[in-house]
T-cell receptor
């Protein structure tokens, strides 16, 4: 069965303190790994798609990387506005439309 | 602002009411989804429509009835709900992936916050 876990469950950082979030997955035939940001009361906002091991994507203070078993979301010099829940999701299988979401990491960046 | 629009933003309904949630997208996507999200939990898939046909029903109770009138619209009809159905209901869309091709991401609306009293 496809499974996605994320760690840590919650993370508190000081402004400017860089860190990484982890997404580990067990799927058969990965077709894509997706990172989302979700603010309270809002829908998830798409950040990145990664398709194969070794791939990296960057956007402002965020950088996502992918290996055969996990993905990392690196946050460099975070600001309070980066506070949100970060979700990863995987899509696997031959022709799947089911995106399996991890439980998320709640990030708080303190000024 | 998102490119997937959901109405209403908030809905309070009694257990005997009938109501509908609406979703609209104009990105030309051919797959549309309903997800349910409880507080501090990830989204859970309910239904998927592909080219306006129901392709996935994740064993959702019949008190939830989806409808896809056309490629841009998705409705979720609600009847005789229970208090435990209170949640954020999210609509999403994606480009339909062809077999063997890479999949495009989901694009979410901001959801309807549903409270069942």
């Amino acid at each position: 069965e496809d499974q996605v876990t994320q760690s840590p469950e919650a993370l508190r950082l000081q402004e400017g303190e860089s860190s990484s979030l982890n997404c580990s997955y067990t799927v058969s035939g990965l077709r894509g790994l997706f990172w989302y940001r979700q603010d309270p009361g809002k829908g998830p906002e798409f950040l990145f798609t990664l398709y194969s091991a070794g791939e990296e994507k960057e956007k402002e203070r965020l950088k996502a990387t992918l290996t055969k078993k996990e993905s990392f979301l690196h946050i460099t010099a975070p600001k309070p506005e980066d506070s949100a829940t970060y979700l990863c999701a995987v899509q696997a299988g031959n022709y799947g439309q089911n995106f399996v979401f991890g439980p998320g990491t709640r990030l708080s960046v303190l000024p | 602002d998102t490119e997937v629009t959901q109405t209403p933003k908030h809905l309070v309904m009694g257990m005997t009411n009938k109501k509908s949630l609406k979703c609209e997208q104009h990105m030309g996507h051919r797959a549309m989804y309903w997800y349910k999200q409880k507080a501090k939990k990830p989204p859970e898939l309910m239904f998927v429509y592909s080219y306006e046909k129901l392709s996935i029903n994740e064993s959702v109770p019949s008190r939830f009835s989806p409808e896809c009138p056309n490629s841009s619209l998705l409705n979720l009809h609600l009847h005789a709900l229970q208090p435990e159905d209170s949640a954020l209901y999210l609509c999403a869309s994606s480009q339909e992936a062809r077999q063997g091709s890479r999949n495009s991401p989901l694009h979410f609306g901001n959801g309807t916050r549903l409270t069942v009293t």
